[in-house]
């Protein structure tokens, strides 16, 4: 619903991520982080405040 | 503006302290600690850090029952908007209700967002990008992604109106970059975020060189209608309601209403009844359409009451027995269908009827009048 609701007002629903990790998967967290911080560097600035 | 200032503009001095609005207030009869009276009576005593304070100021549904009776004209909906600005300012805020996501969304939109919310109209019929009749759709596109799951398709509406427009042979504006009318941030004691709104949509209308703005949703109209010049003066188009709208073009023949059997009752909405003195236009074409039988609730017209809550905010178990009351009425009168003309009523009405085993049907009166086309 938030994706939508995020689609909708024109900001990139892969903007947000959504993981469960538990406290014994450090390598799990490191890897999602990781591959979300690449995902948004990749995406650039959000147009959020860019332009008001 | 401090409650003196709000005081002297609304001129509440002129209560003659009668109860007439208390009497009248949808609230106060669910919760008899709400009074229209008492706050006024308040506000002339200095009492304002009180009264500020007070979560009643958040518990008024704006709905102008008590104005359009209150012998001496005190607008109080207009002077509980003054209070909860001056309130909003000091950092009182109401509790706002789905989460506070549809305030987050309006606030979004004045934080320069290109948004993308128009792939529904196209497949909903032909619309323009410039034209001379603007379709201000308002927040259904929204609505349609949060009050899904309480099987309200808010779009409905929207879509219905394009397909109404276009059967008629005309192309509607409708635009990716239309804000938030700005109504539920006005009413949230928050203008300044009204006007970057209301800004934007101006400068948005003003460039698709449109001479008419076309409203199906009553609260987008009457902000229009009477905010909107208030705030910035003389709009440079004509404010339109669809059924004031759609009542001519039945009236000229460009439109024909077929089918339509049932028994209906209609439920006006209180911006577009008391604060937009729109009654006649809706059941006009109610009554237009074939085989259609009107049935009236007994609080109808400037006596009618809300759907509860209003706003998005204080939804609360005092909006929940207002709508079931509503909706006793309107089954009482053994029509099949209530008819709503705002996207929030039905939204609202079909959360308490979710609830309820009553049997009855709710639908947008746009609905209906496709319905009535798609058999001709």
């Known amino acids: 619903m938030t994706r939508e609701m995020l689609d909708l007002l024109g900001i990139d629903s892969k903007r947000l991520e959504l993981q469960w990790v538990s406290s014994a ?9 990781t591959t979300f911080t690449n995902r948004i560097k990749e995406l650039g600035k959000s147009p959020l405040g860019v332009a008001a | 503006m401090n409650i003196e200032e709000a005081v002297k503009l609304h001129r509440t001095y002129y209560c ?17 600690s709400f009074s229209p009276r008492l706050i006024v009576e308040k506000a002339l005593l200095d009492l304002g850090d009180e009264l500020l304070k007070d979560k009643d100021l958040w518990s ?10 209150c012998p001496t004209k005190i ?15 000091r950092g009182i805020e109401p509790t706002l209700t789905h989460h506070g996501m549809l305030q987050t969304v309006m606030e979004l939109q004045t934080q320069g967002v290109k948004q993308k919310k128009t792939d529904w109209a196209r497949e909903a019929g032909k619309i323009a990008d410039k034209g001379d009749v603007f379709f201000f759709v308002g927040c259904m596109p929204y609505f349609n992604v949060v009050f899904r799951d309480l099987g309200v398709d808010s779009l409905t509406i929207g879509k219905n109106v394009i397909r109404i427009l276009n059967a008629a042979g005309i192309t509607p504006v409708v635009s990716d970059e239309e804000a938030c009318c700005g109504h539920d941030m006005l009413w949230n004691g928050k203008p300044e975020v009204f006007k970057k709104l209301a800004g934007k949509n101006l400068e948005l209308i003003r460039a698709s060189g449109a001479k008419q703005v076309v409203f199906s949703c009553p609260e987008g109209y009457y902000t229009f209608k009477n905010h909107y010049p208030q705030y910035f003066g003389d709009l ?26 049932g028994s209906y009752t209609y439920h006006d909405p209180c911006r577009l009844g008391r604060m937009a003195k729109i009654y006649d236009s809706p059941r006009s074409i109610l009554k237009n359409l074939a085989g259609s039988e009107l049935k009236e609730m007994e609080r109808n017209r400037e006596n009618a ?62 609905t209906l009048i496709t319905e009535s086309m798609a058999t001709a």
């Open chain 1, 25 to 33: 998967e450090g390598t799990r967290f490191a890897e999602i982080v």
């Open chain 2, 16 to 32: 003659l302290d009668c109860g007439v609005c208390t009497g009248s207030c949808p609230v106060s009869r669910v919760l008899p």
């Open chain 2, 60 to 69: 008024c549904l704006t709905c102008g029952r008590c104005f359009e009776r």
């Open chain 2, 75 to 89: 607008n109080f909906p207009e002077f509980m908007r003054n209070l909860r600005e001056e309130a909003a300012k």
């Open chain 2, 236 to 261: 440079g188009f004509q404010v339109v309601h669809f059924y004031d709208y759609l009542e001519k073009m039945i009236a000229d023949g460009a439109l024909k209403l077929q089918n339509g059997a």
């Open chain 2, 305 to 366: 009451v809300c759907c509860g809550t209003t706003g998005w905010a204080n939804c609360s178990s005092c909006s929940k027995q207002i709508q079931v009351e509503r909706l006793k009425e309107a089954k009482a009168t053994g029509a099949q269908t209530l008819v709503t003309a705002c996207p929030k009523c039905q939204i609202h009405l079909s959360c308490a009827l979710a609830n309820l085993d009553t049997k009855l049907e709710i639908k947008d009166l746009t």
